[in-house]
């Protein structure tokens, strides 16, 4: 989540078998059976005290501040890789124009750059421009945690630019959460979460989630609003609930941004900028049935000299039906900037319009 800008806020050893081929037996020798040597026990090293785990994991963090216009954001993110490529979530980077790192290990500021994200599963993936040989995160070797199992949330809380540990446990697995942004009020829904007991702030978005170990169990994203958390006059402060993207969900993303290939819901590369604001048509509208709804034609943009105006419904891009307005997101998820592309649509009076529109430069949002 951020400070002093948008927070997402919820109101949320395989067996082996040994195959042996006996030869004939000579006379006088006996056959046996040889014993198998039972495998050593795995055994986990003690958990790291907390003061360990920070020690530890500390240097892999980074806390993020992305701006867009007048307003900021606070955010964190952790390295994946030596040359700065950092795991954190989609709305710390959404719409940003411009984005610095603090590196907690060497004090260092780098300028950042979006390399691609998922906005419905809330992950981005950052390059730290210039970084090299930086300390990266372990991973847990499960895709997921145990209920019960212990947890710490590593972030920029309250947007300090301090990282603060927050301890907690598993309460929960495979949660789906309803988040809003505090900011917009825009809200967005969660699959597949984990759910802990961690006193998760704003600021905390896109952090690493650790377990005892100090390997990354998943990216932390939503938590209570400060409402909740401190209480009003009409109502208690809630106990810490707080949600977080499975790691394995966000290498994921990692993996296809990673291999340059937009697709489904990831987007790779700078995003591409048409310029409308679109919702579903409504099942009371008849002039089509489906498409995408203009609700706004931003000014000069590419949508404006294409033509398009509020009331309209797009209905095909390139060929392909555009049934709804997720359909036009889809559809334009593997475009870059330069793109063009023939955009249909149908107007108040029913009349079906078709031009090409070139994509411009826009900011990571979907």
Do not use: C
Request: glycine content about 10%.
């Amino acid at each position: 989540m951020q400070s002093g800008g948008r927070a997402v806020v919820v109101t949320l050893v395989a067996a082996g078998v040994w195959l042996f081929t006996t030869p004939p037996l000579d006379p006088g020798t006996a056959d046996f059976v040889a014993t198998p040597v039972p495998a050593a026990p795995v055994v986990e090293p003690p958990p790291l005290s907390l003061d360990e785990l920070s020690a530890r994991v500390d240097p892999t963090v980074v806390t993020l501040a992305a701006s867009a216009g007048f307003s900021g954001v606070a955010g964190t993110g952790f390295v994946v890789a030596p040359d700065g490529i950092v795991l954190t979530n989609f709305h710390v980077v959404e719409n940003a124009t411009e984005i610095s790192a603090v590196h907690m290990g060497n004090g260092l500021i780098y300028d950042a750059t979006v390399l691609g994200y998922d906005k419905s599963r809330d992950v981005a993936v950052v390059q730290l421009i210039t970084a090299a040989d930086l300390p990266v995160v372990e991973l847990a070797p499960d895709a997921l945690p145990d209920v019960g199992d212990a947890v710490v949330a590593v972030g920029n809380a309250s947007g300090a630019g301090v990282l603060v540990p927050a301890p907690g446990a598993v309460t929960a697995l495979d949660q789906q959460v309803r988040t809003r942004s505090s900011v917009d009020g825009s809200r967005n829904t969660l699959d597949r979460m984990i759910r802990v007991d961690a006193d998760v702030r704003a600021g905390d978005s896109g952090g690493p989630l650790f377990d005892a170990w100090g390997r990354v169990v998943g990216v932390n994203t939503a938590g209570l609003s400060d409402e909740a958390r401190n209480g009003t006059e009409f109502s208690p402060p809630q106990a810490p609930e707080a949600y977080a993207v499975p790691i394995a969900e966000a290498v994921s993303v990692l993996d296809q941004v990673l291999a340059g290939q937009s697709g489904g819901t990831v987007h790779v590369g700078p995003t591409p900028y048409f310029g409308v604001s679109v919702r579903d048509v409504s099942v009371f509208e008849n002039k089509p049935a489906m498409g995408a709804a203009v609700v706004s034609v931003n000014s000069d943009s590419p949508a404006e000299i294409l033509g398009l105006a509020a009331g309209d419904i797009i209905v095909s891009l390139d060929g392909t039906d555009v049934k709804s307005s997720s359909d036009l997101s889809e559809a334009l998820i593997g475009r870059i900037p330069g793109d063009s592309a023939v955009v249909e649509w149908v107007d108040d009076a029913g009349v079906t319009g078709s031009g090409t529109v070139t994509l411009a430069q826009g900011t990571p949002t979907a």
